[in-house]
């Protein structure tokens, strides 16, 4: 492109614009090379080429090109990308600023987007009537699944998802500041230095990549003698110079939560053709706000008529921001349909950049101020009360038919190359409406406005109605100094803002809602853009009953599309409050929710990827585990040891070696997982008494028992042991996952219901390394190292817990079984625990004992019949039911569970128990999970009277076993049972649960 | 996220250091074991559950570790006090000051 | 009612669709009914539908405070499975899937129910125990639901993250192929449609503010917006504002309220061609036929009423998604919103009689009573008309927190939508 | 506690080092922590036994005179000791306190903890991207500290300069801490 005369693009103007000629950049629009400036938008870099098509709409595949200049274009929608998984579908070329490199492809047309086959829709149109898709498709009823709802979800859907995982990061950052300023145009900018000035911390954003607002394109207002551009230049640069101040622009605030909770999200590099690695693609801000300032602005409204969606039709202020900002024409010859006079300012700015005005069609009787004056004075025609007709041009627009006010037939046609269009102006109360502020119809000017704040918040400028430049900046200094002040900042202090305006009262804002122009009735004359709602089929959705605005909207899916409804919303309103004969208010405006502009997926999550999803919790053995060869399994955040596979080893293999090894001489385990909790006060027997069903003061110190802790409602909560390390001093443990659940809910109780009681509970889990060793073998082993401890089975039997030292350190030193084993658990604090559990390993390896994980643990338990709370009980199982009534002290006046257990249902007799089960065929493995049933020839639905809650193959028992909860399963002891699987039928018999050592003489060797 | 004053840190703090801990001022009888069926439905199934201001339980567990009582709208989500775990059951603020309370900062 | 048909739309379009019928009215309230429902929800209007035409019972009005279909019918995330654990809850599930699957043809209105296939992740050795459990029972049941290895997963929803260095690798997961989506505001309007040609009141913007009772204690109608309006029997079904109405005739609930926020992307072409659910990364999506992805995970902590959540909670919600799929770490958050789920004790619903005799209650559905719409409002139906329950929600009483004989599938470990 | 021969204390963090320029993540040295439970009553004496004033306001911090021992208020009950004297601490505290014999609690969290150290002009950034209280010096000033949430595990931070802070976590949360502000220096630039 170089030796252009015209710097990135054709319709590029010599000296208009605030890009800077000299700086190309070079992208592509699908395939096609072109050449924008640095700056560019990709809608101002296109138009610049003097292309105007730049998407086809979600359901006629109407060829569409740019309507707005900012976020709320609804048709400029197009894939991304930098490279193939840095791709992005649904981008608003109004925002994606060009960069070198940067590849845009047009979306949801096949073949190309000149010549799109899916616009056949477009001639089906009088089918696809909204919600036509409730009333058929419902023959042959399996044609929907198979036939008419693929056909549907392809043609749906505008772009591509990306298809490889996404190569960028993202940052977040919570912020705090006395005063949020949500906008950066004139009222923002003028808020932001009045509460800086003050003192106040200020954090000011704006979605656009300069501050400016509206000024971007309103050359008629100078502040301070400068012009507003400018002057918005210098104000930011200021503020971003002051300590107290954030300014943050491509950064749109897009959710206003409670308690003036604001989610901001800063696009970081989706402009730059070389972003550092180490920069966020975007950054996401928490900003807790003392005082939040809404300068949100407006949005411009179109006009709603037949054929008003063909590419070069546009926004007055978009096509204002293009000559004025990017310095490009959007055609040469330019009609104008308004109903608002801030169209006007845009015909004239237009004509004086050498813009040909054929025509201003007028929808008022006449437009504010003396700008019919100018006009004609101008030279330029103005049709006042008139209307257009219809559109013509394939791809563009060539052409308009105007007609009088109310009038039908053809018209007189007048030829163009664009339209711009201004019904009037939508305050951007999104963000009000989200902080849950009321807003209120202001029926003079014709607008909602905000009404009753809900949070400490105040709207400011065009959001507010304010219009007027010179009462706006005074609101916005008043807010600011207002904020401030309420945030405690004591410095005084008002900015200099003096503003010198030469354009028209904004004025007249009531003749721009379709309800009061009056457009024709024949043609498509769209509403929504990008969904392809139509005035009809707003109608029609009143005309079938829809009179809730919300009906209107879900039945015509008017403002769901990706811009929600930010130009199409008041349209739909006023036609449907035209068609109902109501006023607008009482059909009432449909709820704005987060986000105001759609936000990354990536941005929300921040950080929270990979192995920052959620924490992995390691234990202090972890690495020696790992090196010897264990394999983890995820047990809630844990990680824990699974088995220990060696060369060639199948799971089953290592588990069943690693079960024999532990009773034939010992095994080594890490227990470091289980949740533990320090008991300390005079009052600590008092109160696990009230904690757990089992009765604690005559357990001596030096001693430990198995505790059961219910709920409230008698189930089965957690277990554990518990070992008392002297008269005030109690260890208890519980079960991995349980561990934070429990301390809870002994806080709970000990805050709010025993406060009396003099106890202090502390977690201990991660203090201490534990590392279990289990088997006949298990005291040879540890003897060496043991210091100070006794740990003869006279001095210190089963269930016995001591303080004292191991390889030199300080440990407490449980004799304790979960394997039916003469066993021990070694408790050191963590950092040692590596270096104890290799000194314990080394003489264990050489004795041929070995390390066992938790399959095996889960194996060797079971055989002894000890349950696994969350495995054999889930929260429905009472002590009873488990077998455990033994543990349910009788003569306790209280305990958490006690009233619970007395209900009716917790006593039933044939309540499921816990009970073994041996499969006829000692080789068959029941599948954990399976259900049970007593009558195996009945028909589905079964009747299962329990299910299969453990099961394993035992080597040392040389067959599988199982536990199960089946209904008074007790009472079947001996009884055969069926489980019923997809291929067969297994007879099992009910036993006891302990499989192995019967009577317990393995636990003293 | 809200924003909750913790009386024993005197100070508001975000939500994601508390956890919600249910209704408030539900007593545990000393009797537990004499409760009936009926007793027992009230104390630990049925719930006020009342839209509107709310007296209910939090935790600060990610700060000081303290249960503390709260009165909250459940409409608007806004906290008209927060005050220690085992103090009596406050009245209401008057309307009036509520709607002051409104007016300035929403904590 | 005017027959829904490909034929009268292609007759409707040469002349403009000028002549579509409303598709319910909106009449005056009559001085009494004989059943009057509170809460035009999917499940409230199907009730008045059932009474209608199962039971003849055709002098009934629902009450609407709102817009008909705009509580948590219109805000959910549409997924519908019937693999539940325990006997009464398979049951009541499995017989709103059998009604699903022919309701667009029995209300002559396309619901769009679409058996895609809900496919519930398994993450560890515990999730995979629990899974076979209800895969197991349901089969028992007559329930399809199957186990899928990690690859046979993968082959049947694409975008999924089986890698082994995954925080929480894929162990499998649990296919109910019956299970699937359907259109949440065309089974409102649809049973609106269909109820108010059989003669059904649907009055909306009518909020109730008090159930009267006589001096024997029965109820003797409602008192609204818009005046008293007598009923030999009142049925609730306002799911969320359910403790706030039945407080009105004195009855407390074993009910919370809570938040619920669900959120949508914007439109892609078709990329998942199913519903995923995990409980342990916490996370459930499918894609609507727009083409936006569907997303929604647990409540906010706190009870309320507010139809707002917390941020935080939206993205964690993402965080699992990106995690399981991240492929769609750069797709984008187009509209998010809060529902009021009114949450039992043992997560089961609640589908009784009172102990007002006249009133009938229908709530507790926590985060997934969609699914059980056609179901529920069948059952409820037959409740209210025999003022007994129907053999399906036998169990589902207000009694059994009482005796203890709850119905608990959260405790079983199984998820709550 | 000494170190016995032959056994070697392993910090779960042993050798880490991250962030950059304008903000250093640094492991802390091993310390002796204990949670300490009291009543208001006991405070006076178990400060004697401290030889430091346990602090009685919410969110502060007391540092003994030679920097050596320091007590964070974390609840009205709840003190968090660190000693990180010689040796990584080797005092008994456990026995001073008892020696005091006012009712009281302390339970040895030596190892349950561990600590990072978060330095430079970019510190309070850095920890802004997980950590939901305003960490401005006016809200969170020197020797500020308090038990809060680090994106998705808890910590307890304490400012012990301007630019200078100490996270403490528990040590199987430790390598996620240490990640996670790795990725946040990379984004924090002052």
């Not at chain 1, 039709?313 to 801030?342: E, P, Q, W």
């Not at chain 1, 406060?755 to 298990?778: K, M, R, Y």
């Amino acid at each position: 492109m170089s030796g252009n005369a015209y710097q990135g693009g054709a319709n590029r103007l010599p000296g208009k614009g605030r890009l800077t000629p000299a700086k190309t950049v070079r992208f592509s629009f699908d395939g096609r090379i072109l050449t924008g400036l640095e700056g560019d938008t990709l809608a101002s870099a296109l138009i610049a080429n003097g292309i105007h098509l730049m998407g086809r709409s979600f359901k006629y595949h109407r060829p569409r090109g740019v309507l707005s200049a900012g976020a709320e274009e609804p048709n400029a929608l197009m894939q991304v990308s930098r490279d193939s998984a840095r791709y992005q579908p649904n981008v608003r070329a109004s925002v994606q600023e060009i960069f070198d490199g940067l590849r845009a492809s047009s979306q949801n047309r096949y073949p190309s987007l000149a010549c799109d086959v899916g616009a056949v829709n477009d001639a089906l149109s009088p089918l696809f009537s909204a919600g036509f898709y409730y009333k058929t498709f419902m023959w042959p009823r399996t044609a929907w699944n198979k036939l008419y709802e693929p056909v549907i979800r392809r043609a749906a859907g505008l772009g591509e998802s990306p298809k490889e995982a996404d190569p960028d990061h993202y940052a977040q950052r919570y912020a705090h500041c006395d005063v949020l300023v949500v906008g950066g145009g004139l009222a923002g900018l003028s808020a932001a230095l009045a509460a800086a000035e003050s003192g106040a911390s200020v954090i000011i954003c704006d979605e656009q990549p300069e501050m400016g607002g509206a000024l971007h394109f309103d050359t008629s207002i100078a502040v301070n003698g400068e012009t507003g551009f400018d002057w918005a230049q210098k104000t930011a640069a200021r503020l971003a110079f002051m300590d107290n101040v954030r300014v943050l622009t491509r950064t749109t605030a897009f959710g206003y939560y409670a308690q003036n909770f604001v989610g901001l999200t800063e696009r970081v590099t989706d402009h730059l053709a070389l972003p550092s690695p180490d920069q966020p693609r975007e950054r996401l801000w928490q900003v807790r706000a003392k005082r939040v300032v809404l300068a949100t602005g407006a949005i411009e409204r179109h006009m709603v008529f037949p054929g008003n969606d063909r590419p070069g039709i546009m926004l007055a202020s978009a096509a204002r921001i293009f000559l004025n900002h990017y310095g490009v024409a959007i055609g040469a010859k330019v009609a104008v349909y308004t109903a608002c006079d801030s169209a006007y300012e845009a015909a004239f700015d237009l004509q004086d950049a050498g813009v040909r005005i054929p025509v201003i069609v007028e929808a008022r009787d006449r437009p504010g101020g003396t700008l019919l004056e100018e006009a004609r004075t101008r030279g330029i025609e103005v049709l006042t009360r008139h209307a257009i007709a219809s559109t013509k041009g394939r791809l563009r627009v060539s052409s308009i038919a105007v007609v009088p006010a109310g009038a039908s037939g053809k018209g007189r046609d007048i030829e163009v190359d664009a339209l711009i269009i201004s019904a009037g102006w939508t305050p951007s109360v999104h963000l009000f409406s989200q902080s849950r502020g009321k807003v209120a119809w202001d029926a003079e000017s014709g607008r909602f406005l905000p009404g009753v704040n809900a949070q400490d918040c105040v709207s400011i400028g065009a959001c507010a109605g304010t219009d007027d430049p010179v009462a706006l900046v005074e609101q916005a200094v008043e807010a600011g100094l207002d904020a401030a002040n309420g945030a405690g900042s004591e410095m005084s202090g008002r900015p200099v803002i003096d503003i010198d305006h030469e354009g028209s009262d904004a004025g007249s804002w009531s003749a721009g809602l379709v309800g009061a122009v009056g457009a024709p009735e024949s043609g498509k004359a769209f509403v929504d853009f990008q969904n392809d709602v139509t005035a009809k089929d707003i109608r029609l959705a009143v005309r079938e009953g829809m009179h809730s605005i919300e009906h209107v909207k879900r039945f015509t899916t008017n403002g769901m599309a990706t811009d929600q409804g930010k130009t199409s919303n008041m349209h739909g309103l006023a036609i449907a409050a035209e068609t109902l004969g109501k006023p607008i208010p009482q059909v009432g405006l449909t709820t704005f929710r987060a986000p105001y502009t759609p936000v990354t997926f990536g941005t929300i999550v921040g950080q929270s990827r990979g192995v920052l999803f959620d924490p992995a919790r390691k234990t202090p053995l972890h690495a020696c585990l790992e090196t010897n060869g264990a394999v983890f399994e995820d047990v809630g955040q844990w990680k824990r040891a699974w088995y220990f596979p060696r060369a060639g080893e199948t799971m089953h293999a290592a588990v069943s070696r690693e079960c024999r090894t532990v009773r034939e001489v010992a095994g080594l385990f890490d227990a470091s997982t289980l949740g533990k909790i320090e008991v300390v006060g005079p009052d600590a027997a008092a109160f696990l008494n009230l904690l757990y069903t089992n009765a604690w003061d005559k357990l001596e110190p030096g001693r430990c028992k198995y505790g059961i802790m219910l709920r409230e409602d008698g189930f089965i909560y957690d277990d554990g042991v518990v070992g008392r390390l002297a008269a005030d001093r109690f260890h208890v443990t519980t079960t991995t996952g349980g561990a934070p659940r429990v301390l809870h809910h002994m806080e709970d109780y000990l805050q709010t219901e025993f406060p009396h009681l003099d106890v202090w509970l502390t977690s201990i889990t991660e203090q201490w390394a534990v590392i279990a060793v289990q088997g006949p073998q298990a005291r040879d082993i540890i003897a060496p190292f043991v210091d100070g401890i006794d740990i003869s089975d006279d001095a210190m039997p089963h269930m016995s817990v001591r303080e004292g030292k191991i390889c030199g350190v300080p440990t407490r030193l449980f004799r304790m079984s979960f394997t039916g084993e003469r066993g021990f658990e070694i408790n050191v604090p963590a950092d040692y625990g590596q270096s104890v559990f290799e000194a314990l390993w080394e003489r264990a390896e050489a004795m041929d004992a070995c390390l066992y994980g938790t399959e095996a643990m889960h194996v060797l338990r079971a055989e002894k019949g000890y349950i696994i709370v969350g495995q054999d009980t889930d929260g429905t199982v009472t002590p009873d039911d488990a077998g455990l009534s033994w543990a349910v002290a009788k003569k306790k006046p209280d305990f958490v569970g006690i009233a619970g257990l007395k209900r009716a249902d917790l006593q039933r007799p044939d309540r499921k128990q816990l009970v073994g089960l041996k499969t006829k065929d000692p080789t068959l493995v029941l599948e954990e999970g399976a259900q049970i049933v007593a009558d195996p020839n009945e028909k589905i639905p079964m009747t299962m009277i329990g299910h299969v809650t453990s099961s394993y193959w035992s080597e040392n028992c040389g067959r599988s076993i199982a536990m199960a909860v089946v209904a008074g399963g007790r009472s079947r002891m001996g009884e055969t049972l069926y489980v019923p699987m997809p291929d067969r039928t297994i007879e099992v018999e009910v036993t006891d649960t302990v499989f192995f050592d019967k009577q317990g003489e393995r636990l003293n060797g | 996220m809200l924003l909750i004053r913790c009386p024993y840190c005197d100070e508001s703090r975000p939500e994601i250091e508390f956890r919600h801990a249910g209704e408030a001022h539900i007593v545990r009888s000393d009797k537990m074991a004499d409760l009936t069926p009926d007793e027992f439905e009230r104390y630990f199934f049925l719930r006020d559950n009342r839209k509107g201001d709310v007296y209910e339980r939090w935790r600060h567990i990610h700060g000081c570790g303290r249960f503390l009582n709260a009165v909250r709208n459940t409409v608007t989500d806004r906290f008209l006090m927060t005050y220690k775990a085992g103090e009596p059951r406050p009245a209401l603020p008057d309307p009036q000051a509520q709607a002051a309370a409104t007016e300035g900062n929403g904590q | 009612m005017r027959k829904y048909s490909i034929f009268a739309i292609a007759r409707e379009a040469m002349r403009g669709h000028k002549g579509w019928d409303r598709q319910w009215s909106s009449p005056e309230p009559r001085s009494s009914y004989d059943v009057v429902i509170v809460g035009a929800g999917g499940h409230g209007l199907g009730t008045a539908y059932y009474l209608a035409k199962e039971h003849g019972i055709k002098n009934i009005a629902v009450i609407e405070k709102g817009w008909l279909g705009g509580g948590n019918t219109g805000r959910n995330t549409t997924i519908i499975r019937s693999n539940y654990l325990y006997d009464e809850s398979a049951g009541l599930y499995n017989h709103a899937l059998n009604l699903w699957e022919n309701l667009s043809q029995e209300l002559n209105y396309n619901v769009m129910y679409s058996a895609r296939g809900v496919m519930m992740l398994q993450h560890n050795v515990h999730d995979v125990q629990s899974a076979k459990r209800h895969i197991h029972a349901n089969r028992l049941n007559g329930i399809d639901n199957e186990w899928l290895e990690p690859d046979a997963a993968k082959a049947f929803c694409p975008p999924l993250n089986i890698s082994s260095s995954a925080r929480y690798p894929v162990m499998g997961a649990a296919l109910q192929r019956r299970g699937g989506v359907a259109r949440h505001d065309a089974v409102a309007w649809g049973y609106a449609r269909a109820a108010a040609d059989m003669g059904v009141h649907i009055i909306q913007n009518c909020e109730v503010t008090g159930i009267r009772r006589g001096a024997n204690g029965d109820v003797t109608g409602v008192d609204t917006a818009r005046g008293f309006i007598g009923a030999k029997k009142v049925g609730v079904v306002a799911a969320g504002h359910t403790s706030v109405l039945m407080d009105m005739a004195g009855i407390r609930m074993p009910l919370e309220s809570f938040p619920l926020q669900a959120l949508v992307s914007e439109p892609v072409k078709p990329i998942f061609p199913c519903v995923v659910m995990s409980n342990t990364v916490h996370a459930y999506i499918s894609q609507s036929d727009k083409g936006e992805l569907v997303i929604g995970a647990g409540t906010d902590q706190y009870t309320s009423y507010s139809q707002t959540g917390g941020l935080h909670i939206i993205q964690h919600t993402l965080d699992a998604i990106c995690e399981m799929f991240p492929i769609f770490s750069r797709m984008k958050m187009l509209r998010s919103w809060g529902g009021i789920v009114d949450v039992t004790p043992d997560r089961s619903p609640i589908l009784a009689k009172t102990p007002v005799k006249g009133l009938y209650v229908n709530c507790g559905w926590g985060t997934g009573g969609f699914k059980a719409t056609p179901g529920s409002a069948h059952v409820f139906a037959h409740t209210i008309a025999n003022d007994a329950p129907h053999k399906i929600n036998e169990g589902f009483t207000l009694e059994r927190f009482r005796t203890g004989r709850l119905i608990d599938e959260a405790a079983a470990a199984a998820v709550a939508h | 506690m000494d170190s016995p021969v032959g056994v070697e204390r392993l910090h779960p963090l042993h050798g880490r080092r991250g962030g950059g320029a304008a903000v250093g993540l640094t492991p802390a040295q091993a310390a002796v922590r204990i949670s300490l439970r009291a009543k208001p009553d006991a405070v006076s004496a178990l400060s004697g036994g401290l030889g430091l004033d346990l602090p009685t306001r919410p969110k502060t911090a007391v540092v003994n005179a030679d920097g050596t021992r320091s007590a964070l208020w974390l609840g009205p009950d709840e003190w968090l000791v660190i000693d990180d004297g010689e040796h990584g601490g080797s005092a008994d505290l456990v026995k001073a306190l008892a020696d005091t014999g006012v009712l009281h609690s302390a339970v040895d969290v030596s190892h349950r903890q561990t600590a990072i150290m978060v330095t430079g002009e970019a510190a309070a950034e850095t920890l802004a991207a997980g950590c939901p209280q305003d960490l401005s010096l006016k809200a969170f000033p020197v020797n500020a500290c308090s038990r809060t949430v680090l994106g998705k595990i808890e910590i307890v931070l304490w400012r012990m300069a301007d630019d200078m802070f100490r996270v403490e976590c528990w040590r199987s949360y430790s390598d996620y801490a240490f990640a996670f502000l790795s990725e946040a220096a990379r984004d924090a630039k002052a």
